[in-house]
Structure formats: structure tokens, C-alpha cells
């Protein structure tokens, strides 16, 4: 099985999402889409320190359309040469104390996750971080 963590930032979520896919995983995928060339260089700076070893890598996809599209696009070219092998993603989200604060967080991450929920062959995990 293939393990993907599509990521924003390295925060705390972020973080566990990591620990998440590499417990269930050999190798893991980290995958960051932008369009900034600054933001691609802070993200590797930050993967630097973090210095998860050599079971991730990080990816930097540069995309100048909708960044779950290019995801999309990402992951067809991993699974082109083996469709029948199952591909994992391990999304980051907020749990938030208060209930109207849902309207403040995740929204990214679910609209992500009704994306990739259909494709075939692949699994959608979601990592709650409760704040």
C-alpha cells in the first residue's frame, strides 16, 4: 500500500498525521502543493529540521491551478503503474473545543476528502488534532 499525506503546513496536526501514516507504512509520501516559490522553500526548510528520515520524502508539486487538482494529478501518476495497488491518505484536521468553530476549520480538508473519497483503489484517513 502506498501512503500519501497531502500537507499545508508542518504544524501540530500536520504533525501527527505524519506519525500516523508512518506507523502504518514503510514509506511515506509527503506532498505539498503550491504556487509560491517562497512558501515551497520555507516548507522544505521546515522538512529540513524536522528531519524525518529517509521512510519520507517530501514532494513539492508547483501548480498554478486548484491545488486539489493538481493533488489529483499527482497521485494518477503514482498509480499508473500499479492502478490495483491501494493508495492511502492521511489527512490533518482540527477538532476545535466549541462547536460553532467548525465553520472555522477543516473546510479544506473536507472538500478534499469528498475529492479523493471516489477515486478508486483508495483509502481516505482522517488524523483528528483536538484542540
Do not use: F, Q
Not at 16 to 35: D, E, F, K, M, Q
Not at 86 to 105: D, E, T
Request: one cysteine or more; hydrophobic letters at 45%; proline letters at 7%.
Amino acid at each position: 500500500m502506498r501512503v500519501v499525506v497531502p500537507i499545508a503546513r508542518l504544524d501540530r496536526p500536520t504533525i501527527r498525521a505524519l506519525g500516523y501514516a508512518r506507523s502504518i507504512a514503510a514509506h511515506v509520501s509527503v506532498v505539498h502543493v503550491t504556487n509560491d516559490d517562497a512558501g515551497a522553500e520555507r516548507i522544505r526548510r521546515s522538512w529540513t529540521r524536522l528531519d524525518p528520515g529517509p521512510a519520507m520524502d517530501l514532494v513539492v508539486v508547483r501548480s498554478r491551478c486548484d491545488a486539489a487538482k493538481a493533488l489529483e494529478t499527482h497521485l494518477d501518476t503514482l498509480t499508473d503503474g500499479d492502478p490495483a495497488r491501494p493508495l492511502a491518505i492521511v489527512l490533518s484536521g482540527v477538532v476545535p473545543r466549541a462547536r460553532w468553530s467548525y465553520l472555522l476549520h477543516n473546510r479544506a480538508a473536507l472538500r478534499l476528502k469528498l475529492r479523493l473519497v471516489s477515486r478508486p483503489n483508495t483509502i481516505v484517513i482522517d488524523v483528528p488534532y483536538h484542540v
